[in-house]
Nanobody, 124 residues
Framework: QVQLVESGGGLVQPGGSLRLSCAAS????????VAWFRQAPGKEREFVASISMGAYTISYADSVKGRFTISRDNAKNTVYLQMNSLKPEDTAVYYC?????????????????WGQGTQVTVSS
């Protein structure tokens, strides 16, 4: 059974950091593209970052570029999202997603596998 499980969310002050983890089971994550999306209350789900199979291509939303870093640990079958210099507008539920085909689109509809989400709250 294919499963993605996010962890690492929480409450952090502005300027702080968090590292989100996305652990996969039922498939080998390094063979699939992975992306992070987020959804804030009352807003549409938005693309955050993506990493291709083999990590050859990495992409970020303009709003997080220079602050967030997506990476793989193939030995742990896990993808990470390191988030630095967090802002209140980064507050959202963050979702890890993947799909059984090449390419890492920036649209949520392009992904078949979704985690349950992890809450990130940036507030003083």
């Amino acid at each position: 059974q294919v499963q993605l499980v996010e962890s690492g969310g929480g409450l952090v002050q502005p300027g702080g950091s968090l590292r989100l983890s996305c652990a996969a089971s039922g498939f080998t994550l390094e063979e699939y593209p992975v992306a992070w999306f987020r959804q804030a209350p009352g807003k549409e789900r938005e693309f955050v970052a993506s990493i291709s199979m083999g990590a050859y291509t990495i992409s970020y939303a303009d709003s997080v570029k220079g602050r967030f870093t997506i990476s793989r640990d193939n030995a742990k079958n896990t993808v990470y999202l390191q988030m630095n210099s967090l802002k209140p507008e980064d507050t959202a539920v963050y979702y890890c997603v993947s799909r059984p085909s090449p390419g890492a689109p920036r649209t949520a509809a392009g992904y078949d596998y979704w985690g349950q989400g992890t809450q990130v709250t940036v507030s003083s």
